[in-house]
């Protein structure tokens, strides 16, 4: 059995391979561990697969999954773990923004009884304003809206434990939050803390309109609470409105007084129909993930691998 597997999606990153690999043996071979290095290719357009499959020749410990186009960041996190085979998994960025060095601290700490060890960001360097506060925002709310224990401020990079590979590995949902479906599952857990690293070369893989993607799926997949901030909106409104209707009959039965009243219509119109879209909108959410679920896809597709 190997102890560790190392999981790293790979979306164009082969000026970070190189680096990340030497920082990884640094940090796991002294540890004394039999180990493997995951590396699933999400469709890269650079020369990613190459290198990794270069240097699977010459280190049996690499191993590649290459799909057969770009999945996308938790998809191919979820193949690493599907295929993997270590008594544990990390979960590592490959562009140096998680140090590979905490690896032998969540290690450590998983060692003194923990199934998942996940590593929390103090500071992010490097990144827009943008990025920290919608993220910052983002963790705060969904940890609010849902009813398990989300940690904030936590990324993927974490290790998780056999046990818990397992589990995931029957969760086939089609949309992946694994920052919601490990707390999903449970066992005893933990954190370390770090200071997130800026990107060493190349640029972000997640574009706005993927980590919009990646929140939704977060959200409609651990809470129901848009849906009853639909339902609740509705019950608000009809109230309103049941209130304006008595104002409307009231000024044209007693004080016949009905002819103004183009911009309170107007509001009442725009209103009306703005919360009946974004419901509708809402529900399409949920049905447009229930669809995919029922269509039963595979998540991936393997072009090619060697495990
Ligand atoms: N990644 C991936 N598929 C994608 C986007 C990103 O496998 O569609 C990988 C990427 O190569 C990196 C990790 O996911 O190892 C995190 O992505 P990135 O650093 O681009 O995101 P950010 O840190 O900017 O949120
Ligand atoms: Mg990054």
Redesign the pocket.
């Known amino acids: 059995m190997i102890d560790l597997s190392v999981i ?6 082969e000026k970070n391979i190189p680096v990340l690999m030497q920082r990884l043996q640094q940090v796991i071979n002294p540890m004394n561990l039999s180990v493997e290095y995951v590396f ?1 290719n ?1 469709g890269s357009g650079d020369n990613s697969i190459v290198l990794i499959k270069q240097l699977s020749l010459t280190n049996e410990a690499i191993k590649f999954i290459d799909f057969s186009r ?1 999945f ?2 938790q998809i ?1 996190v979820t193949a690493g773990l599907d295929k993997c085979r270590g008594n544990a998994a990390v979960i590592i ?3 140096l ?1 998680d140090p590979p060095e905490l690896i032998a601290e969540l290690y450590a700490k998983m060692k003194t009884g923990y199934e998942v060890v996940y590593a929390k960001r103090l500071t992010r360097s490097g990144e827009s304003f943008f990025k920290k506060f919608t993220a910052r925002i983002f963790y705060r709310l969904i940890a609010r809206i849902t009813t398990i224990d989300i940690p904030l401020d936590t990324g993927d990079f974490r290790i998780i434990h056999r046990k818990v590979i397992d589990v995931l590995k029957q969760m086939p949902e089609q949309q992946k939050y694994l920052r919601g479906q490990i707390p999903w599952i449970g066992f005893r857990t933990s954190y370390v803390e770090y200071n997130r690293d800026p ?1 060493l070369e190349g640029e ?3 574009s706005l309109k ?1 980590m919009l993607h990646l929140a939704i799926d977060g959200i409609t997949s651990f809470s129901n609470f848009p849906l009853r901030f639909a339902t609740v909106t509705g019950f608000v409104v009809s109230a309103v409105g049941f209130l304006w209707i008595l104002a409307a009959l009231y000024s044209h039965f007693i004080s016949k007084n009905t002819v103004q009243g183009w911009t309170s219509m107007l509001i009442a119109v725009l209103f009306m129909g703005g919360i009946q879209l974004l419901s509708i909108g809402i529900i399409g959410e949920y049905i447009s993930r229930m669809r995919a679920n029922i269509c039963n896809r595979p998540l991936y597709v393997i072009g090619e691998t060697n495990l």
């Open positions: 790293i999606p790979i979306y164009n990153e699933i999400d770009n996308g960041h191919a960025d490959a562009d923004q990107r972000t893989g997640y993927k």
